[in-house]
């Protein structure tokens, strides 16, 4: 059953130095060592060409929230592609699953929240918010409020203006990015950023640069603010509990519009069904995508609250806007098949009550490692700070070397652990068990060890 057999791997790994482009990729290293290549998949494990099994701390890209293999979703896919592998939402049409999709989003959506607007990516989800935004103001006569307020080291996605309202510097400079009406704040990182202060007093305090922010531009410009409930792609922050309440206190004293990022939140990711379900954030728009398929197929969407389609639908006539795949037959029929588990299987509220806190609470026992400064999660999602020197928060000089190094010996241990920086994180399928969970720790351990044994051997000049 092995697939080397199928393949010759030298001969693929040529083929794929040769023409094929990789996301946010050094093309020049990746071709010099030659790309892994992952070839199957089942529950929480992949397999490389070389047969290697991984456990999969990250669910692929934080989306195979219900684990890999499932029959039902392929037989979903196959069955909407026999009956109707396409249609458009288009000129007065759309199609059943595309329907039923968007009615059980609005089930599981927050209350306020009954409309959603499909897209094919997170990206195309977050350039379709700022369409949005700005309509929304437009038609109630102030289209000058066009600003939108992210923050630093956000990740949105990597189109244009995803990009630009995501907060990633080395994006910025490859592209003449932000886009102008895109602005920044600091982003709620207390370990990075909160230097001696309580994590109560930094989360209201970087907070409130949102007011002051809006009071520096004008209202009259700040049209909205944007941000993920806990930035992934960032390295797992996690706002201290000031953060979230005083943002949206912030936002309603304004009357800015509230853009809530539920690329990776969304879908039982924190044990809620949403991100604003943890924090009891009112968003005006969620941007999902991500777990809304578990990744099985591409598909987004925003939704959107009750008091903008209000505008957008009575006030608006044409909004010139979509994708496509707006709302692919088979996609939706995935996405479907998708939610019909995660709910059927309690696997939100498994995470919420039980394998979430247990994975928790054996993630924090890593903080003894000599190796970690922090060890701090959420749900499913958990991170490692690597430091020097525990005691005075002090990191290995060239940040990223020591993260990588760790990553490498995660990999050599059979776990995909990821490193931002020297920050590792882990965003595992949510039907991982207490079994697993020991296994990830174990080997998320070992991995630590290695890499600090290591360390003496990386040059730190090069
Ligand atoms: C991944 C991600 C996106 C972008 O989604 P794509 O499907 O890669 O375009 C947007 N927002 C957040 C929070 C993400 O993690």
């Known amino acids: 059953?092995?697939?080397?057999?199928?393949?010759?791997?030298?001969?693929?790994?040529?083929?794929?130095?040769?023409?094929?482009?990789?996301?946010?990729?050094?093309?020049?290293?990746?071709?010099?060592q030659g790309t892994r290549v992952i070839v199957k998949a089942d529950g929480?494990?992949?397999?490389?060409?070389?047969?290697?099994?991984?456990?999969?701390?990250?669910?692929?890209?934080?989306?195979?929230?219900?684990?890999?293999?499932?029959?039902?979703?392929?037989?979903?896919?196959?069955?909407?592609?026999?009956?109707?592998?396409?249609?458009?939402?288009?000129?007065?049409?759309?199609?059943?699953?595309?329907?039923?999709?968007?009615?059980?989003?609005?089930e599981l959506a927050p209350a306020h929240i009954n409309h959603v607007f499909f897209t094919g990516s997170g990206s195309e989800s977050n350039d379709t918010v700022v369409r949005m935004v700005r309509r929304y103001w437009d038609l109630l006569g102030e289209s000058q409020k066009t600003v939108i307020i992210s923050r630093n080291n956000a990740y949105h996605g990597s189109t244009m203006a995803a990009a630009s309202l995501g907060g990633m510097k080395f994006?910025?400079?490859?592209?003449?990015?932000?886009?102008?009406?895109?602005?920044?704040?600091?982003?709620?990182?207390?370990?990075?950023?909160?230097?001696?202060?309580?994590?109560?007093?930094?989360?209201?305090?970087?907070?409130?640069?949102?007011?002051?922010?809006?009071?520096?531009?004008?209202?009259?410009?700040?049209?909205?603010?944007?941000?993920?409930?806990?930035?992934?792609?960032?390295?797992?922050?996690?706002?201290?509990?000031?953060?979230?309440?005083?943002?949206?206190?912030?936002?309603?004293k304004y009357g800015i519009l509230l853009i809530v990022d539920e690329v990776i939140c969304g879908f039982g990711r924190m044990g809620k069904w949403f991100g604003s379900d943890y924090y009891g954030i009112r968003a005006d728009f969620m941007p999902i995508a991500k777990g809304l398929s578990s990744g099985y197929l591409p598909i987004g969407g925003v939704m959107v609250s009750d008091r903008i389609t209000e505008v957008l639908i009575d006030k608006c006539g044409e909004f010139a806007h979509g994708y496509t795949y707006s709302g692919h037959p088979v996609a939706a029929a995935v996405a479907l098949a998708n939610l019909r588990i995660l709910r059927e299987e309690k696997i939100v509220e498994t995470v919420g009550g039980e394998t979430g806190p247990y994975l928790q609470k054996r993630w924090a026992e890593l903080a003894d490692h000599p190796l970690v400064g922090e060890a701090r999660g959420v749900g499913f999602l958990g991170a490692l700070e690597l430091v020097k020197d525990k005691s005075k928060r002090e990191r290995y000089p060239k940040v990223g070397k020591v993260?990588?190094?760790?990553?490498?010996?995660?990999?050599?241990?059979?776990?995909?652990?990821?490193?931002?920086?020297?920050?590792?994180?882990?965003?595992?399928?949510?039907?991982?068990?207490?079994?697993?969970?020991?296994?990830?720790?174990?080997?998320?351990?070992?991995?630590?060890?290695?890499?600090?044994?290591?360390i003496p051997t990386l040059d730190f000049n090069e």
């Open 1 to 32: 059953m092995s697939s080397e057999q199928r393949f010759n791997l030298d001969d693929l790994k040529r083929a794929d130095a040769e023409h094929h482009l990789h996301p946010f990729t050094d093309s020049k290293e990746i071709n010099a």
């Open 44 to 106: 929480v494990y992949i397999w490389d060409a070389e047969g290697h099994k991984l456990l999969d701390g990250m669910a692929g890209l934080w989306c195979v929230n219900i684990g890999y293999g499932r029959k039902e979703l392929a037989e979903a896919a196959y069955r909407q592609m026999q009956e109707l592998p396409y249609y458009n939402s288009f000129f007065q049409c759309t199609t059943p699953p595309t329907i039923a999709l968007a009615e059980v989003l609005a």
């Open 171 to 252: 994006m910025h400079e490859q592209g003449g990015l932000p886009l102008p009406g895109i602005v920044h704040i600091d982003q709620p990182y207390w370990y990075g950023e909160g230097g001696d202060s309580e994590p109560a007093d930094f989360g209201l305090r970087i907070a409130q640069q949102l007011e002051q922010k809006i009071l520096e531009l004008g209202l009259d410009r700040v049209a909205a603010f944007i941000g993920e409930p806990v930035q992934g792609a960032g390295g797992v922050i996690i706002p201290p509990e000031t953060y979230w309440p005083e943002i949206q206190r912030i936002c309603d």
């Open 403 to 454: 993260g990588s190094l760790c990553r490498d010996m995660s990999i050599e241990n059979g776990l995909v652990m990821r490193a931002v920086g020297d920050t590792m994180i882990i965003s595992p399928p949510l039907v991982a068990t207490s079994t697993h969970i020991d296994e990830l720790i174990e080997r998320a351990k070992k991995s630590l060890d290695a890499a600090l044994e290591r």
